[in-house]
T-cell receptor, first 114, second 117 residues
Framework: DAMVIQNPRYQVTQFGKPVTLSCSQTLNHNVMYWYQQKSSQAPKLLFHYYDKDFNNEADTPDNFQSRRPNTSFCFLDIRSPGLGDAAMYLC?????????????FGPGTRLTVT | AQSVAQPEDQVNVAEGNPLTVKCTYSVSGNPYLFWYVQYPNRGLQFLLKYITGDNLVKGSYGFEAEFNKSQTSFHLKKPSALVSDSALYFCAVRDSDRGSTLGRLYFGRGTQLTVWP
């Protein structure tokens, strides 16, 4: 089945230690998104790729970076995690064609910062 | 500016009774509207969408939603609730004008639905 896959599902890192979260998709969607979600709040968009074009949200800290080496993969890099970065990180994809704008989400990676 | 309001943090309903989860929206152009459900420690799962056409849209697991342009609402409904419907529900909107938003969804803060036996 076509899907959005996130690895790992659970990640523990130390304060200040760089961490990378990965997302892959078999849907061949042209848009990929990274969201941060804290304790049953609405997902907060960090950035997204429209094809190869990177779009950063204005309030996303510089501590968060992203890479999309090809259509199928996208990475979230947190350069120096702080305690406040502990959250669920959700990857999503969409085709963004007329009539097909819904986003498909992966299961998420829960990040713990010790 | 685009925004979504879900006025109820929690909705409680007995199994077998109808349920409604409310959503109102604000966009500058025509709205594209979505409902998602999230179970604990999982990602969001797409339920249904309104893009154009019939105001009543049907989605997964027996859910439906009615688009009301005059009231700028898109309430989620189900005729008979199940205990397994208990989850966190998010309404989202996207402006049909793709210009500057590039597909960005604006989410409501979520409504926790609890269906008791």
């Amino acid at each position: 089945d076509a899907m959005v896959i996130q690895n790992p599902r659970y990640q523990v890192t130390q304060f200040g230690k760089p961490v990378t979260l990965s997302c892959s998709q078999t849907l061949n969607h042209n848009v990929m998104y990274w969201y941060q979600q804290k304790s049953s709040q609405a997902p907060k968009l960090l950035f997204h790729y429209y094809d190869k074009d990177f779009n950063n949200e204005a309030d996303t800290p510089d501590n968060f970076q992203s890479r999309r080496p090809n259509t199928s993969f996208c990475f979230l890099d947190i350069r120096s995690p702080g305690l406040g970065d502990a959250a669920m990180y959700l990857c999503a994809t969409s085709r963004d064609n007329v009539g097909s704008y819904e986003q498909y989400f992966g299961p998420g990676t829960r990040l713990t910062v010790t | 500016a685009q925004s979504v309001a879900q006025p109820e943090d929690q909705v409680n309903v007995a199994e077998g009774n109808p349920l409604t989860v409310k959503c109102t929206y604000s966009v500058s152009g025509n709205p594209y509207l979505f409902w998602y459900v999230q179970y604990p420690n999982r990602g969001l799962q797409f339920l249904l969408k309104y893009i154009t056409g019939d105001n009543l849209v049907k989605g997964s697991y027996g859910f439906e939603a009615e688009f009301n342009k005059s009231q700028t609402s898109f309430h989620l409904k189900k005729p008979s609730a199940l205990v397994s419907d208990s989850a966190l529900y998010f309404c989202a909107v996207r402006d049909s004008d793709r210009g500057s938003t590039l597909g960005r969804l604006y989410f409501g803060r979520g409504t926790q639905l609890t269906v008791w036996p």
